[in-house]
């Protein structure tokens, strides 16, 4: 025999104190009381009309970023003052993921919980991505259930909501190249991540002196092997550079960052360029070919002040450029970390410089378009003119450079900045 279930009696149910588990497409929901409440029959995935809302999207995101797993709305009339939370993680085959391999554990927890969720009010539960694997091939594109086991309550428990809904999150690993000084092999500079090898010149004998291949690797103290860069302080000239193959990967026409430790003596000619995948017009003809992007350091407006202005520039199908001198600045005979991020269809472009464990300069440039697709190579130390002749080296010593498919955040960035102000590579998941 059954018994048809109405709007009444479940009310009744719960206005005597007992419990009523509701299912919708995302799993279920308990909802318990001392007293009645109204039982609104809006689906649970709309955050106007139900008890507690419920919303779930699936998410992405890479070492060192944090992600919404569940976003809840307080429907109950009071204040929520109790939230719990648990995960069961699976990948795509089904096996069983340990939380804090997914996530990155922040004071012995891996879900950052509100205390507290305000009658009316949204807040989320979330996660930060931690690092999977020491090159970003084995693990990127990655896709996982998150199962959440969910409580909330009202002082006093006289309203309480359990519910168990599954967010999926795709680990999506920005990380594309890392040139590592460290392991330098005559002309090949090697790229650890995604095997975009640079080169160094070969310049052989100069009046019967041996050179060699130059940058030339040099080892300091608090940062082991780094590229001496001698712009022109005459012993090999103004071309000292690191060149990659002209690869697509490097080829940004949208989001992108791009991140290196210096410690800049002079400024040889204008610019000196620190990344630079520029194709430009030979002869000054044909401005329209002017394309890709530049990372690069100039004088301030006091040349006696030590310090040197970072810019940044876009080449576009066009013919126009976005070259914009950020007025973030970096201090001479010192090392400093530089970050350039490129976002903006969500952000204004972000420069930071960061020292001694801390962000210490974050400019937000505007109206940076996205530069337009370069077969040109990278290349790292120096750039080109209007004739193609390297003309704007940088002088001074360079550490670490990497390139990231995406704009990393003001977290990833200070991660970074962490764990490789040491002389280690570092890492944006901290």
């Avoid at 990659?244 to 949208?254: A, G, R, Y």
């Avoid at 204008?270 to 990372?295: H, I, T, V």
């Avoid at 002749?389 to 003001?410: C, H, I, Q, R, V």
């Amino acid at each position: 025999m059954s018994k048809k279930w109405t709007r009444r009696s479940a009310l009744a149910l719960i206005g005597s104190g007992a419990g009523l588990l509701t299912w919708g497409t995302g799993g279920f929901t308990d909802v318990t009381a001392e007293r009645q409440v109204n039982i609104d029959t809006t689906a649970d995935n709309s955050s106007s009309g139900p008890l507690v809302g419920v919303e779930i999207k699936a998410t992405s995101g890479g070492p060192g970023e944090t992600v919404s797993l569940i976003k809840l709305t307080n429907n109950l009339g009071a204040d929520i003052n109790v939230v719990s939370a648990s995960v069961e993680i699976k990948d795509s085959n089904g096996n069983i993921v340990q939380p804090d391999t997914l996530f990155k554990e922040n004071t012995n927890k891996i879900l950052d919980i509100p205390d507290t969720i305000e009658t009316e009010s949204t807040k989320s539960i979330k996660a930060t991505l931690d690092t999977l694997s020491s090159t970003p091939s084995e693990s990127d594109n990655s896709t996982y259930d998150v199962t959440l086991y969910v409580s909330v309550a009202t002082k006093n428990d006289n309203q309480k909501v359990t519910l168990e809904r599954v967010s999926t999150v795709t680990y999506d690993d920005p990380r594309l190249s890392y040139w590592d000084f460290d392991g330098i092999d005559g002309k090949t500079i090697k790229d650890i991540w995604s095997g975009n090898n640079a080169s160094r010149q070969y310049v052989g004998r100069r009046r019967g002196r041996f050179y060699g291949y130059e940058p030339d690797p040099l080892s300091i103290d608090e940062r082991g092997t780094v590229l001496d860069f001698r712009g022109d302080r005459f012993r090999s000239g103004d071309d000292d550079v690191i060149t990659t193959s002209p690869s697509s990967k490097l080829d940004f026409t949208d989001d992108f960052s791009l991140s290196v430790w210096i410690k800049p003596i002079s400024i040889p000619n204008w610019y000196a360029r620190l990344f630079s995948k520029w194709k430009s017009p030979r002869y000054n003809q044909d401005s329209d070919a002017e394309k890709g992007y530049q990372f690069f350091l100039s004088e301030t407006g006091n040349i006696y002040d030590d310090k040197f202005e970072i810019g940044i520039e876009t080449g576009q199908k066009n013919g126009k450029t976005n070259e914009i001198n950020t007025g973030a600045t970096v201090s001479g005979g010192d090392w400093n970390h530089v970050v350039w991020t490129h976002w903006p269809s969500k952000q204004p472009d972000r420069v930071y410089v960061n020292r001694n464990s801390e962000i210490v300069d974050k400019i937000d440039v505007d109206k940076i378009k996205h530069p337009s697709g370069s077969d040109a190579p990278l290349r790292i130390g120096n750039g080109i003119d209007g004739n193609r002749n390297l003309s704007f080296p940088f002088d001074g010593l360079m550490d670490e450079p990497k390139a990231y498919d995406t704009a990393l955040t003001t977290e990833q960035v200070l991660n970074l900045h962490k764990t490789s102000e040491a002389g280690d590579g570092g890492s944006i998941g901290g």
